[in-house]
Nanobody, 115 residues
Framework: QVQLVESGGGLVQPGGSLRLSCVVS????????MGWYRQAPGSQRELVAV???????NYADSVKGRFTISRDNAKKTVYLQMNSLKPEDTAVYYC?????????WGQGTQVTVSS
């Protein structure tokens, strides 16, 4: 069974940085595009970053220019480097495929941006 384990979140001040990690176990991994999602209180879960099997990336307008998604297929890990963080980035962040999602989610990792 596929397992998704997110980590790296925390409390940071506006303008700060965090790097999130998602370790994917029990899958081939390298054959799948991967994405990062986030869910803020009272909001729907939204897809904010995608990386496909060829290394091509795409971002939601809200994070473009500030976030960078990357992957290490040998480690079966996808990363999200978050810079210039804003209070509106506060959310629980999850990883999953950007389409044909696995029908489960990891525990997520909480990112709180506050002064």
């Amino acid at each position: 069974q596929v397992q998704l384990v997110e980590s790296g979140g925390g409390l940071v001040q506006p303008g700060g940085s965090l790097r999130l990690s998602c370790v994917v176990s029990g899958s081939i991994f390298s054959i799948y595009a991967m994405g990062w999602y986030r869910q803020a209180p009272g909001s729907q879960r939204e897809l904010v970053a995608v990386i496909d099997t060829g290394g091509r990336t795409n971002y939601a307008d809200s994070v473009k220019g500030r976030f960078t998604i990357s992957r290490d297929n040998a480690k079966k890990t996808v990363y999200l480097q978050m810079n210039s963080l804003k209070p509106e980035d506060t959310a629980v962040y999850y990883c999953n495929k950007p389409w044909q999602l696995w029908d489960f989610w990891g525990q997520g990792t909480q990112v709180t941006v506050s002064s």
